[in-house]
């Protein structure tokens, strides 16, 4: 595949201001230049992605004091394990880079995983040629497994580091320990003769530069190599089981790629990433191309499917445990039940009344009935859509939209609850069609007469994070079979009506009545904005029928609803009910661009909203 579109316009500025290649021959002089460059391309306001803990202390080494940092993490996938501790050695052609050049990727190794990670400040060449860059790695990894002797130790590193780790991995197979647990190499150095054909194929413009890793290994390797650190050919039988990652364009992607067949060959267990479109380096470069934030991600949650993983069978059957399918709100006769596939709302009751059109308990609800829509409401056309130059595609359904967002199924956990409150939460991860990271939280309270709901996102990502939230309650007011909801009367604060064609806009507005009155057989599904406020900054739908009044009020992050009669859902739950959807955006507004939430990195957005009830006599 052609490069990621994001890389071109940063490789051309590393052109214009003589940042490539990295190397000029004064070692001194490259550390300050890679240094600088290192912090200057998390870009303005960067802002370090938060860890439980950093301690940064010096441990003996086979030169004297050895500094390392440690990062410790609450986060991550141990279940009841103990956390897993990984080595992470940094790359820099053994010469240019440190812990602080790195600092960003330990930290989102350290919350992937929810691992302890030791990072070297081992010594570097041309000062420390082979085999003291090695040798100080390997007195960090044996503190290490007696520092944590119960936990998974993972050797693990990029680049020049990623070479460092598979000789580490040699050492300990061939000098009795300690066992590793697994490998972790991104684009490893392994072949000092340079005679792959990726390095001519990707040799220049491509941020690591073929004359780069000719003066790299001229500095490292100045007295000739040896196994530890030109591996490839030798025997890999017993190494530990390996995540290799590799980048297409990337002059070192074939020593990568033959690493991770001659390991299979050696009956390792290796998994193999590729990075399509990905330049090297891209561990530290998710602040220029999302893809290479999905990427990490990607093989980070390898390496922790690895790890939960024993290489021996278990003595019992294993089985997913089962959690809760929902959580309840109760106060006086009103009760509510949240649905954690998705965190949406399955049922509100006051008393006999069914106050939302809901469904029972571990069904599969149709028209997304009380569910959360995001990272956009309604519909996307053909799920295509661009954000800062790189075309996206979404799944679509059978009509040929991206419908809804991407929570509907998703398992929400209970964050926080009392007696009136209930918050349930999730993680939006990062994918192909929508590569960023959200942190999501929706806050329930009940009070008497009324249901307040609160949705919380945070950018838990490196990018800017563009979005759009809708919710989908379907207001009940005593309509029990089809075509009963004509009888219902209605006021829609609204005087603007998108044009649809399918559900989807065509550019045109026109002016809406709110004042609906009885709905009859008019047949709803419009997205209005322009809405009507009253004093304290609230807009309030009301709805009337044979069980009471419904109020449903918005505040203003919400600034369309979306009305539907349900004409086209199937027999049985047909125009028995009204949706009425807070929205934060348009139908398609991923591609139109309108009214979208955009969030710089650890910035919050928050939106509420109101259902209240008056039962009938």
């Not at 100080?136 to 993972?154: E, M």
């Not at 491509?206 to 196994?227: H, I, K, N």
């Not at 891209?282 to 690895?306: K, S, W």
Request: proline share 8%; glycine share 12%; net charge negative.
């Amino acid at each position: 595949m052609p490069i990621d579109p994001h890389f071109v316009p940063f490789l051309q500025r590393l052109a214009e201001l003589g940042a490539t290649p990295l190397v000029s021959g004064d070692a001194a002089v490259d550390r300050q230049r890679y240094r600088a460059l290192s912090l200057a391309r998390r870009g303005e306001g960067y802002r370090p992605e938060p860890v439980a803990d950093v301690e940064d202390r010096t441990i003996a080494g086979p030169g004297g004091d050895l500094g390392v940092r440690i990062y410790r993490s609450g986060l991550g996938r141990v279940g009841g394990q103990t956390r897993p501790v990984v080595v992470w050695l940094h790359g820099g052609g053994w010469a240019v880079g440190d812990l602080d050049t790195h600092d960003p990727v330990c930290r989102a190794v350290a919350n992937r995983l929810g691992a302890t990670v030791l990072a070297v400040d081992y010594r570097l060449a041309p000062e420390h040629p082979h085999p003291a860059p090695l040798e100080d790695c390997l007195a960090a990894v044996r503190w290490a497994a007696h520092r944590w002797p119960t936990a998974p130790l993972v050797v693990a590193g990029d680049s020049a580091g990623a070479g460092l780790a598979a000789g580490v991995a040699l050492r300990c197979r061939d000098e009795d320990g300690p066992v590793l647990a697994a490998q972790l190499l991104a684009y490893p150095g392994l072949d000092p003769a340079m005679t792959m054909p990726s390095v001519e194929e990707n040799g220049t413009g491509l941020f690591l530069e073929r004359s780069d890793m000719r003066q790299f290994w001229d500095w490292y390797l100045p007295d000739g190599a040896d196994a530890s650190v030109a591996p490839l050919g030798t025997d890999f039988t017993g190494l530990p089981p390996a995540v290799v990652a590799t980048a297409e364009f990337d002059p070192l992607r074939d020593e990568g790629d033959t690493y991770a067949v001659e390991l299979a060959a050696a009956g390792v267990h290796v998994v193999h990433l590729p990075g399509p479109g990905l330049v090297h380096g891209y561990f530290g470069l998710t602040e220029i191309a999302p893809a290479a934030a999905v990427r990490r991600a990607e093989v980070l949650d390898v390496l922790a499917d690895l790890l939960g993983t024993p290489g021996v069978g278990p003595d019992e059957e294993a089985w997913p445990t089962t959690e809760p399918l929902g959580a309840w709100l109760e106060r006086g006769a009103a009760r509510v039940a949240v649905d954690l596939r998705g965190g949406g709302l399955r049922r509100l009751a006051v008393g006999d009344w069914d106050v939302l059109d809901g469904y029972p308990t571990g069904v599969v609800p149709k028209g997304r009935r009380g569910g959360l829509l995001l990272p956009w409401p309604n519909r996307l056309r053909d799920g295509r859509w661009s954000w800062a130059g790189a075309d996206l595609q979404l799944d679509v359904t059978a009509e040929g939209s991206a419908m809804h967002g991407l929570l509907s199924w998703q398992p929400f956990s209970v964050l926080a609850r009392t007696q009136d409150t209930v918050t349930v939460g999730t993680v939006l991860e990062p994918r192909s069609g929508y590569p960023f990271r959200l942190a999501v939280a929706l806050d329930y309270r009940l009070d008497p007469g009324r249901l307040t709901v609160t949705v919380r996102v945070r950018n838990a990502g490196t990018h800017d994070a563009p979005f759009g939230v809708g919710m989908h309650p379907y207001l009940h007011v005593g309509s029990d079979e089809d075509g009963d909801v004509g009888a219902a009367d209605l006021d829609v604060p609204a005087s603007t009506s998108l044009d649809l064609d399918g559900g989807l806009p065509t550019g045109g507005r026109r002016p809406f009545d709110g004042a609906v009155g009885t709905i009859g057989d008019r047949a709803l599904d419009d997205a209005l904005t322009d809405l009507t406020r009253d004093d304290d900054g609230w807009a309030r739908v009301r709805l009337r029928g044979p069980a009471g009044a419904l109020e449903l009020a918005v505040d203003r992050s919400w600034p369309w609803l979306q009305v539907y009669t349900g004409d086209t859902l199937p027999a049985g739950q047909r125009r028995r009910s009204l949706a009425v959807e807070p929205m934060t955006c348009p139908p398609n507004a991923l591609a139109d661009g309108a009214d979208l939430v955009v969030l710089a990195p650890e910035q919050t957005w928050s939106g509420s909203w109101t259902l209240s009830w008056t039962p009938a006599g």
